[in-house]
Each structure stands twice: as C-alpha cells, then as structure tokens.
C-alpha cells in the first residue's frame, strides 16, 4: 500500500531546505509512518527543534510544532510536556545541537527521565554552518575548523543517554528504514525519556571532504558498518571492530518525570482536603 | 478587608504571581532572588501548579516558555548574572510574542560582583540585554506592597500585550520585611490573553489586521501551529529578506511604545512648584522621598518623582519637568545608567546631576539632600 503523507504534511511549506543526498528526508518520511501508525490525533503531539539542518523539520508537519533556540528544544518540550502531561512531546535535534550547545539540557532531561522522545539526527557535522567538527566528527575527519584532520574525542550518544539515566536508548539509521520506522515507535511508545540517535549522511559538508564520493557511499557505509544488536553482542571484539549496533541499545526501569511529580500534587492536595474537611 | 502578612519583598512578589493566576515557575538558585522560587515551591504544589527546577538559567525560560504556549501563566527569577544567561530565549520570547514575566533582583556586577549586595546596574540589561531590537516593559516597585502589585500587573501586562515583562527590583527591597496587605479575589483585576475566536483553520499566530496584539491559541488545543524564533510572516512560518520583517518588528515596538498611557505609572512627591526634582526608582526612589521630606523641612522647593514604569521610559513626563524646574537629581546603584534617559529627554532644558554608587551600601537621604542644597 502506498502510503499517504498528506495527512501531515502541511502544505505549501515544501520543498523542504536540505542539499540532495541529504538523508534526513528518509527520517522526516518515516517518522510520519510511525506516528501515524500509531494513531496519533494530530492536536495531541508536538515536535519541538533547536537550531541547525535537522531543526527545519517541525515546520514542514502539520503538528504543534515549536523551532526555538540553538541546543535549547528540550527545556521547551519540559515546559510543554509540564503543562500538559496527557500529550505526546517530541524533539527533534542534531549532533552539535543535542549534545555540544544543548548537551547539558540533553543529560538532565535524561536523569529526571521525563516523557519526552528526543530525536537526534546525528550527522557527524555541523551542516547549517558549513562543515565545522561537532562532538561526534570522527577523529582524524577533515571539518572546515579542522582543516588538518580533527584531533577531537568524541561521544558516544547512546552510552551518553544511557549514563545519563535515559529509560529507552536506541540508535537507527537512514539507510535502515524498515527498522527506523519501528525504533520510532519504540521510542514515543516508551513511557519515560527516549533517545533515537539516527545514523545519517551529510554528503555536502562532511561526506565529499571525507573519500565518501557521492551521497550512495554514505549509505553503502552505514549498510556496511551497522550490526543489528543482537549480532553486536555476540560476535567476538574483532569481528565488531568498525562496526556500530543498530537496534534498541537499552531498555530500564525508572519513574516518569511528569507521572512522579502529578502524583505528589494529587497526594499534597488530599492532604489538605483532609486537613481543611 | 485581604489578609494582612509581614512579608519579604521576594515572597510578596511570589503572593503575586499566586494572585495574577501564575501556575508555573521555572528557576535555578540564585542570590539574592532564591525566595521566590522557595516560597513557590511551597504554594504551587499545593494549587496543582508546576514549579520546576532546571539545570540552568537558560532551561528556565525555555520551560516558561514551553508552558505559557501551553496556556499556563508563568514565571522565572533571577539575578545578575543569570538574567545575563536567560537573555537569549527572553529574545525569543518577545519575537515570538510569548506571556511570561521574569524577575531580576538586582545585585552587584559585572560578573559575580556582590551577590549579597544590591543594585540597579541591570537597567540597561533589561533594555538592551537580548540582540535585536526588541519591545520592552519592565517594572520598578520601591516598596513589600507594591512588589505585589506590580508582579500583579505585569502577568497582566504579559496577557494584554502578549509580550515577556520584566519586575525588576534591587536586593535591598528584595529582602527588606514589610507589612503588606493581599487583597481579596477580584479586588485588583487579574486578565487573561485574547485567544483566537476564528475557526483553526483560519487561524494565524500572528496575523496583525485585527490590531497589534494578535490572538493567542493555546498548543494542543486544537489550533495547530508552527512558532519560531526566525522572523515569520503572519503564518508563523519563517520569511528572509521581506519588507515583512521591518513592519513586522515595527508592530512588536508599537505594542508597547504606543500604549505608554496605558504601561507607564509613577508616584509623584510635591511635584507642583517643585525647582528640583528628584528623579528615583526602586530603593533610591525612597530615599528620594526622605530626602525631598528634609529639603521641604529646610524650605527648599524639592519633589520627587519616582518611576514605577522604568521601560518604556517615562519620555514626555520628563521632557515636561524639565522644562520647567532648574535641576533634575538621579540617584541610582550603578555608574550613570537610567540617568542617561533622563538627561536625553532633558534635552538640555535643566541641568541633570546623577548620584551614583556601588559599593553594597544604599544611597542615603542626606547623599541626596546635599546634592539638592548644591543644586
């Protein structure tokens, strides 16, 4: 069946910013599949962005949508998803925006593990600007600001989100979309704070000024390198040498923000219609 | 008859974000404004209010943000250097015409400076502290009771104008304890935003045609829309090198600059046949008043006129006194900063002498009946 994308897509906004070969389109299509898959009401879910390539994405669906401040989505999603609890909160981000300008944001909305899914479209670069090294450029990439090869360590998104105290740690990408559609869905569905790193490719900035030829090669990498998982674990170190896991990464236990926080309104409230009754 | 408390100027401040129907605050500790974000913390709860403590001041107004487009009235405090910090989403705030009030108790800088200490050094900040050019309303209570009222009215002023005002008030007022009454429900009027009327399929978050202060729709209720902090047209979606852009920020400083009737409020002491005048807000406004009392015992023609409205800046009301009295006085904790307002507005018609200091300590009366004598 072909899938409709009308129903989200708002129109007249398209065609969308990003360069050909941009992946980011694959994740804008399948992020509709799924929540549409899911059902649901297009008045109960907001999508809220920071600043950089990624950030354009809330602008082109017909959602709540919210384009704030460079790293600065989820305390807005927070005062969103505060104020209304019964609704969907969502963010979608980037590498630099998530985790350098935005990382502090990013780790504490992960300890208090409250119902919002981030979204982080991670493609090594700072796009929007022109290439300069974030924090997950490989080392030894050439980035505009490191002309000589980038001597940066970087992070490791998931192990960040996970360390952090994320209760849902996944990781997808745009070559993989079978799969990303169903990560997606694990991610809203979760009840706590999810975080989908998706593998994509900037052939403009990163890509051509790193041996990837054309945008296929980027896709052909993350076919190559990816591992489901369940494979990951099992293969021995050196077979996983290179390789990235693709899949839930991580599931736990912990209270929801919101949930935690209601529930001492409603039992201080109680207890005072106790006392004044 | 309202209750009657012995309050800090904070935890006045706190009563009133209650009363104006605030449900949610979002903060992060800071000297000396912290007792806002305590005292709410005990009452907010209990109201089936939000209060949130975020990882830092920049958290905070977004959070604030994120709730008022939610539909919620809310709130931050701060100090110094973090209302430095915050100044980057207040921006957006008032791009994007969102209602929230943040308060600045005032304390010594620039950097950390005297935490303990007041000051009124971040006048200036208040104006020009976010890039761009931007509408500006900020409030200047000298006293427990009117930190109340004017944490009242500038929720209302938010609603009204669909716009971030700031309360700024120095540390000494901050933490000074005074009798203050809270009136009843319903005595000081408490307003809501103008929310959209029109189908949601009509709707535009920003469409000016009906007047300048555009309806504002609440998320999730319905009206599906798109906010961003990129110039936008009326459609809210982003716009680049349109003649939009200059009409449209046009419109944002109209809102408040042609509503000055309605935004600016002062306190005048003896002003009819006053020679010399002295121009005082926040606790320098009360040491005006002490000292305009001594000049008067000594049977000096002095009078004092005490801003409550620093932004937009009382232009015509001083343009006016100064053309008709010799001297005009400005007290005021910092080098010489809203003095350079009264004197631009002076336009040279009378002579302007500030009184300015730093060190942690108030200026006195006698500081500022001296310079009365001098003039």
């Known amino acids: 069946m072909v899938f409709n994308y009308d129903r989200h897509i708002r129109h007249g906004k398209l065609p969308h910013i990003w360069c050909p070969g941009c992946t980011y389109g694959i994740v804008f299509k399948s992020l509709l599949r799924a929540v549409e898959s899911m059902q649901i009401p297009k008045d109960h879910i907001a999508l809220v962005s920071g600043i950089g390539c990624a950030s354009r994405l809330p602008g082109y669906v017909d959602w709540n949508t919210l384009h704030t401040a460079h790293g600065r989505a989820i305390p807005f999603a927070t005062g969103l998803k505060m104020a209304r609890p019964d609704r969907k909160v969502l963010v979608v981000s980037g590498d630099g925006d998530a985790t350098a300008i935005g990382g502090n944001h990013f780790i504490h909305a992960c300890r208090r593990n409250i119902d919002i899914t981030v979204i982080v479209l991670n493609n090594f670069i700072y796009g929007m600007t022109g290439g300069q090294h974030s924090p997950t450029t490989p080392v030894g990439h050439l980035a505009t600001t490191m002309p000589f090869g980038n001597v940066d360590p970087t992070f490791n998104i998931p192990a960040l989100a996970k360390g952090a105290g994320a209760t849902w740690v996944g990781r997808g990408t745009a070559y993989h979309v079978p799969a990303l559609d169903k990560l997606i869905i694990g991610a809203v569905e979760h009840k706590g704070l999810s975080v989908l790193e998706i593998i994509n490719g900037c052939p403009t900035t990163h890509g051509r000024r790193n041996k990837f030829r054309s945008p296929t090669d980027m896709l052909l990498w993350m076919k190559e390198t990816a591992l489901p998982v369940s494979a990951f674990e099992k293969f021995p170190v050196e077979k996983t040498a290179g390789k990235f896991p693709i899949g839930v990464l991580y599931q736990g236990e912990g209270k929801e923000y919101s949930e935690t926080y209601f529930a001492m309104v409603e039992h201080l409230q109680k207890k005072q219609e106790g006392r004044d009754g | 008859m309202g209750t009657l408390k012995l309050l800090q100027g904070n935890e006045a401040c706190a009563e009133g974000a209650l009363y104006a129907g605030c449900t949610f605050f979002a903060g992060y500790p800071i000297t000396p404004s912290t007792e806002v974000a305590e005292y709410l913390a005990r009452r907010l709860p209990l109201i089936g209010g939000v209060i949130l403590q975020m990882e830092d001041e920049i958290a905070s107004v977004g959070a604030i943000i994120g709730a008022s487009l939610a539909g919620k009235k809310a709130m931050t405090a701060t100090s110094g250097p973090g209302f430095s910090l915050k100044q980057e989403n207040i921006g957006f705030g008032m791009l994007c015409e969102v209602p929230i009030v943040i308060i600045d108790v005032m304390r010594g800088g620039p950097s950390t400076g005297v935490p303990t200490g007041p000051s009124q050094s971040d006048i200036m900040q208040c104006k020009w502290g976010t890039h761009g050019d931007h509408p500006v309303i900020c409030l200047t209570?000298?006293?427990?009771?009117?930190?109340?009222?004017?944490?009242?009215?500038?929720?209302?002023?938010?609603?009204?104008?669909r716009t971030p005002v700031f309360v700024a008030f120095d540390e000494i007022v901050g933490h000074m304890r005074e009798r203050i009454e809270i009136p009843d429900k319903g005595v000081l009027p408490v307003e809501n935003r103008r929310r959209p009327t029109c189908s949601p399929s009509e709707y535009m978050p920003f469409d000016d045609t009906q007047g300048d202060v555009p309806p504002i729709a609440d998320f999730f209720s319905g009206y599906r829309q798109h906010i961003t902090g990129l110039n936008h047209a009326?459609?809210?979606?982003?716009?680049?090198?349109?003649?939009?852009?200059?009409?449209?920020?046009?419109?944002?400083?109209?809102?408040?600059?042609?509503n000055r009737k309605d935004i600016i409020r002062y306190e005048t002491v003896m002003l009819e046949d006053a020679e010399i005048v002295v121009f005082g807000y926040g606790v320098s406004g009360r040491s005006g008043k002490a000292a305009v009392e001594l000049a008067r015992a000594e049977g000096i023609k002095a009078g004092l006129f005490r801003p409550l409205t620093i932004w937009p800046f009382p232009e015509?009301?001083?343009?006016?006194?100064?053309?008709?009295?010799?001297g005009i006085i400005v007290p005021e904790l910092s080098l010489g900063q809203i003095v350079l307002e009264v004197d631009r507005c002076a336009k040279g018609r009378c002579r302007v002498d500030g009184i300015f200091r730093v060190d942690g300590d108030p200026i006195t009366p006698d500081q500022i009946l001296e310079k009365i004598k001098e003039v």
């Open chain 2, 316 to 326: 015509e009301e001083v343009e006016a006194l100064a053309s008709r009295v010799r």
């Open chain 2, 234 to 258: 009326a459609d809210g979606f982003p716009v680049n090198a349109s003649p939009r852009i200059h009409t449209d920020e046009l419109r944002l400083l109209r809102k408040v600059e042609g």
């Open chain 2, 141 to 161: 209570p000298a006293y427990v009771q009117e930190i109340f009222s004017e944490t009242v009215r500038a929720f209302n002023l938010a609603e009204r104008y």
